[in-house]
């Protein structure tokens, strides 16, 4: 779910991380190793979004990231660490 998968592994992105990310990029560094134990199977074609690009226009679209397509690739800009699904990940 973009609750699950976004609130917690891309609001997880160390500050330093250098944008603009192609959302390949993202997805493999970021979402995948941090998937929870018991959700080691799940998998972005085995959801209801099929394709990642999908799945992170949903996000930009509930305000959690900023991306840009770019000669056809998604790109991501940004995230918002103010947003209610990340604002517990940076108050550390």
């Known amino acids: ?3 699950m998968v976004t609130g917690v592994q891309t609001c997880a992105l160390p500050i330093s991380a250098l944008f603009p990310l192609p959302a390949s ?5 970021y979402i995948l190793p941090f998937r929870p134990a018991h959700a080691a199977a799940a998998d972005i ?4 979004f099929k ?4 799945f992170l226009k ?8 900023v991306t840009k397509e770019v ?3 998604l790109i991501v800009m ?3 660490k ?3 699904e990340c604002v517990l990940f940076f108050l550390a």
């Open 78 to 80: 940004s995230v918002n």
């Open 1 to 3: 779910e973009i609750r």
């Open 51 to 54: 394709k990642l690009a999908p």
């Open 82 to 84: 103010t947003h209610p």
């Open 45 to 48: 074609k085995k959801s209801s």
């Open 71 to 73: 000669k056809g690739d």
């Open 25 to 29: 990029s993202l997805y493999s560094a």
């Open 58 to 65: 949903v996000a930009a679209k509930a305000g959690v990231l």
